[in-house]
């Protein structure tokens, strides 16, 4: 079975004499469970799994069920021995953070070495809840949208077809047959992490709105949008605090995002028009209801999806490091993409065309700002495939 390279990660953090909690955050079908079962069966530790995320309601209670049956397990043989607790969708449990705080401080005054795994949907939930009652007790390891290297090795995709049908590896059997493909990204992943990650978990005033929101966000996506013009096309009575506030939600349940415009030293405000970004192409390409051939033979759209997937690359792949991800416009020139590291600053431009393509956009914002690298992906630039293939990072060394 293909296992992602952070279980490696995963499985050295376990294996370290200091413990902390390892919280695995990130959004619906991306392998979090599947990853938790594989260093199950790796890790010489005794292990204990549990969801939250089932039909009947878990309380408190629950938590300190599942964590008594872990401490047996270390307890076992008249000696402590480490054991291995994994808890799925703990953030659906209210004042969890609380609960597990007490059970954690009591199991280190006790030496009992009991090393917790905890794993969620919503990173916003989830993190919101860490930082108010667990800090210097957690990691997290940011799980994200497969890459185009993992499709690749896990199912031998190309890279039109990644471009197309994105990354859900639960979805990779189904796109043989585009409506039964659609309908599990509609149905199961897009309807599902709107309705129990973000309506059943955070407070949505205009739950229509937010629905809205992300129907506008996917077929605009890689496109600079006002939040002025969002609620003319939304012709919803809300305000540009409240579409900032819904755009965060989306970005933390991972289905997509607004990028900031780049500003350099100087404060951004926060009402600047967002970038929209899709965190996975398949969230524009299953809603369109457009076939993978027709989609091809669009060469505007096709384009999109390009810029799109470039940027979903990016922003899955800079998660959790210490770079960030913006675009940059001014006097009607734009960059796709900066990506910005302490004083480094590469800018990104991407050309979905065979045509030689000039980069107006970036000698405009050479001359406002020092820039480390520039690059072209597509036409005579870097090849797309290569493109997504390379660590985000590696852009910036």
């Not at 008594?68 to 307890?75: L, N, W």
Request: net charge positive; proline share 4%; with cysteine.
């Amino acid at each position: 079975m293909f296992k992602r390279p952070i279980h490696k990660v995963l499985l050295k953090r376990l294996s370290e004499p200091r413990r902390f909690i390892q919280v695995l955050a990130g959004p619906r079908q991306t392998g979090k469970t599947t990853l938790a079962r594989q260093v199950m069966s790796k890790i010489n530790m005794e292990s204990h799994y549990a969801s939250a995320d089932e039909p009947t309601l878990k309380d408190l209670s629950w938590i300190e069920q599942q964590w008594e049956a872990a401490r047996t397990k270390s307890r076992k043989e008249r000696r402590k021995r480490k054991s291995l607790l994994i808890l799925d969708e703990i953030q659906k449990i209210t004042n969890w953070p609380e609960t597990v705080k007490r059970l954690w401080d009591d199991d280190t005054f006790n030496n009992l070495p009991l090393h917790v795994i905890i794993l969620g949907s919503s990173q916003l939930l989830l993190h919101k809840g860490l930082t108010e009652s667990l800090a210097g007790r957690f990691e997290i390891i940011p799980i994200t949208h497969w890459s185009f290297g993992e499709m690749k090795e896990a199912f031998r995709w190309n890279t039109d077809q990644y471009i197309y049908f994105g990354g859900y590896p639960g979805a990779a059997e189904l796109i043989n047959d585009h409506h039964r493909w659609s309908r599990y990204i509609i149905d199961s992943l897009i309807e599902t992490t709107i309705s129990r990650d973000i309506l059943l978990m955070a407070r949505v005033d205009k739950p229509a709105l937010l629905r809205r929101l992300f129907e506008l966000t996917c077929s605009y996506s890689g496109q600079v949008l006002s939040y002025q013009k969002m609620l003319g096309q939304l012709q919803d009575a809300g305000n540009t605090t409240t579409l900032a506030h819904y755009l965060n939600l989306l970005e933390g349940a991972g289905l997509a995002s607004g990028l900031q415009k780049y500003a350099g030293q100087r404060v951004r405000q926060k009402a600047s028009s967002p970038k929209l970004q899709v965190l996975n192409t398949a969230l524009m390409t299953a809603p369109s209801q457009r076939t993978y051939k027709d989609v091809k033979q669009d060469t505007e759209f096709w384009g999109r999806l390009v810029e799109s997937a470039v940027g979903a690359t990016l922003a899955n792949g800079l998660k959790g490091k210490d770079a960030n991800l913006f675009y940059w416009s001014g006097r009607n020139r734009e960059v796709d993409f900066v990506l910005s590291k302490g004083k480094k600053l590469v800018a990104i431009e991407v050309k979905s065309g065979t045509r030689k393509a000039s980069l107006p956009g970036i000698e405009a914002f050479s001359r406002e700002f020092r820039i480390n690298r520039k690059l072209l992906v597509g036409a005579d630039g870097i090849k797309i495939e290569e493109f997504l293939l390379t660590p985000p990072e590696k852009w910036l060394e």
